[in-house]
């Protein structure tokens, strides 16, 4: 099972909006509705962030925000903070046999 | 609180085995699945396996299958990797996990344990 496909880095100003594109084939992304994202600071294990494509967990900002749209499910961060610097991976449910598969990981950048 | 904690990570030898575990508390353990992930030194998260909350479903990675054994004892609220043959590339932070719902998202994550293989 190879890897959901990250772009490696993202980055945008304070305020600003950015999106994360995680693509897969239609046996995981596109074929079921089981896509989560995780934060992940340096040194730190990972948070939950948005799970099932789009819902979020209790505590969790509405700032965050997670779509899906055949092969590719996408994470936005609106009004991005400097605490919103980190790695974020998003993971799929998959049909092959291991169940679960990571994205490649991508570094967002608040400049 | 919900907590999961590991324990058993460190310096073992190519060939050589280890036992991690993790122990739950502040939540029903037995009606989770879990999964171990983990996180070789400046790459990406690996999912390496994952256990029903029963026991009656067992999933390995390629990379680990036939090497390494997840257990449960629900009694004790505590998860277990057996691991056997280690290889130079099993060097990572093991994080146990607990799935949020079936299929679903990894809700609540341990802090981790460092296995390091090398002679």
């Known amino acids: 099972q190879s890897a959901l496909t990250q772009p490696a880095s993202v980055s945008g100003s304070p305020g600003q909006s950015i999106t994360i594109s995680c693509t897969g084939t239609s046996s995981d992304v596109g074929g079921y509705n089981y896509v989560s994202w995780y934060q992940q600071h340096p040194g730190k294990a990972p948070k939950l962030m948005i799970y099932d494509v789009s819902n979020r967990p209790s505590g969790v900002s509405n700032r965050f925000s997670g779509s899906k749209s055949g092969n590719t499910a996408s994470l936005t961060i609106s009004g991005l903070q400097a605490e919103d610097e980190a790695d974020y991976y998003c993971s799929s449910y998959t049909s092959s046999s291991t169940p679960y598969v990571f994205g490649t990981g991508t570094k967002v950048t608040v400049l | 609180e919900v907590q999961l904690v590991e324990s058993g990570g460190g310096l073992v030898k190519p060939g050589g085995s280890l036992r991690l575990s993790c122990a739950a508390s502040?939540?029903?353990?037995?009606?989770?699945?879990m999964n171990w992930v983990r996180q070789a030194p400046g790459k990406g998260l690996e999912w390496v396996s994952s256990?029903?909350?029963?026991?009656?479903?067992?999933y390995y990675a390629d990379s680990v299958k036939g090497r390494f054994t997840i257990s449960r004892d629900n009694a004790k609220n505590s998860l277990y990797l057996q691991m056997n043959s280690l290889r130079a590339e099993d060097t990572a932070v093991y994080y146990c996990a607990r799935v949020f719902l079936i299929l679903s998202g990894m809700d609540v994550w341990g802090q981790g344990t460092t296995v390091t293989v090398s002679s």
């Open positions: 502040g939540f029903t353990f037995s009606s989770y699945s």
């Open positions: 256990i029903s909350s029963s026991s009656s479903y067992i």
